[in-house]
Nanobody, 123 residues
Framework: QVRLVESGGGLVQAGGSLRLSCAAS?????MAWFRQAPGKEREFVAA????????NYPDSVKGRFTISRDNAKNTVYLQMNSLKPEDTAVYYC???????????????????WGQGTQVTVSS
């Protein structure tokens, strides 16, 4: 059983920054962030293994978003810079407990989810 709680969302103007936090408990192999905008499916944003430094991002956020972790605090972060209106969505923290070696991430690959935190980027 894994419990995830997101925080840090809010309203920001285009070009601004936000840092999301995900407090986690339980055994975790892989952490990720997804987002879901109105009328769209939940899409992958970033991922990092609990051990090691390998990270993955889709082209839509690469160079602007950074995922990181603090193992001592059992917390994963998503630093979002140069935010755009199209980044507006509910952001979800996700966790996978089993080993996964791929670089493509889908909703079905994760068994635990937080409740989400709203990020709104105004023009």
């Amino acid at each position: 059983q894994v419990r995830l709680v997101e925080s840090g969302g809010g309203l920001v103007q285009a070009g601004g920054s936000l840092r999301l936090s995900c407090a986690a408990s339980g055994r975790i192999f892989l952490m990720a962030w997804f987002r879901q905008a109105p009328g769209k499916e939940r899409e992958f944003v970033a991922a990092v293994r609990w051990s090691g430094s390998r990270t993955n991002y889709p082209d839509s956020v690469k160079g602007r978003f950074t995922i990181s972790r603090d193992n001592a605090k059992n917390t994963v972060y998503l630093q979002m810079n140069s935010l755009k209106p199209e980044d507006t969505a509910v952001y979800y923290c996700a966790a996978r407990q089993a080993y996964y070696s791929g670089t493509i991430y889908a909703v079905g690959d994760f068994g635990s989810w937080g409740q989400g935190t709203q990020v709104t980027v105004s023009s």
